[in-house]
């Protein structure tokens, strides 16, 4: 399988427009939070349906340090997983995702019915977990909501789209669902898959 961008060049920088956060005259504030344009072909004989993900690896893990402007996280600090987007059950025919048919702009406490494919269902991202304690902002985050990292933090962060190839046309999952649901009850059901992934960051000194 392959899978390719017109939003962008895979390893390279992302727009600030298929980004949740960019920076503004007064610090940082949310940025369109479009979803970027995907593609793919090479898809394995016997494909059924594909599922979607888009992960940030590059999160750091102690969230006492996010956002302070007396301190920058070191880029060496250990990191985890973010979720910013699973979709299942997206139709075997599909090839493609337009820029900003997904994702269009911030919803506070998070998409109710976020659009997509045609039959595909979106799970909950980890700005759910993120803003739960905001009042402001909490709720379920449904469907894609892009990069925001923090604007202290030393590393370029990478964001990774994976498209999976199934052999079922629809996963057991409940109607709230997770990555990790959706990875789970797709083992054993993954005939290829592909991946690309863009950077960004919002420290002025990170480059790349």
Known sequence: MRIHSNSFQHRQRL????????????????APNRNPHLAWDEVP???RSF????????VP???ELV?????QIPEHQVRADFIHWVVADIAAEVREIAAGSCSDGVTAHGKRDPAGPQG???????YTGWFAG???????????????????????HRYFFRIFALDVERLPLDARFTAADALHAMHGHVLGEASIYGTYSLNPSVKG
């Open 45 to 47: 004989e016997g494909t």
């Open 61 to 63: 893990t102690v969230p």
């Open 51 to 58: 599922v979607l993900l888009c992960i940030d690896p590059d």
């Open 134 to 156: 905001d009042p402001d902002m909490a709720g379920d985050w449904y469907g894609y909501d892009g990069p925001f990292p923090p604007p202290n933090d030393l590393r370029l």
């Open 15 to 30: 727009p600030a427009e298929f980004a949740a956060g960019q920076a503004t005259a007064d610090g940082f504030g949310f």
């Open 67 to 71: 956002g302070r402007a007396d301190v």
């Open 120 to 126: 595909a269902r979106q799970g909950i991202n980890d």
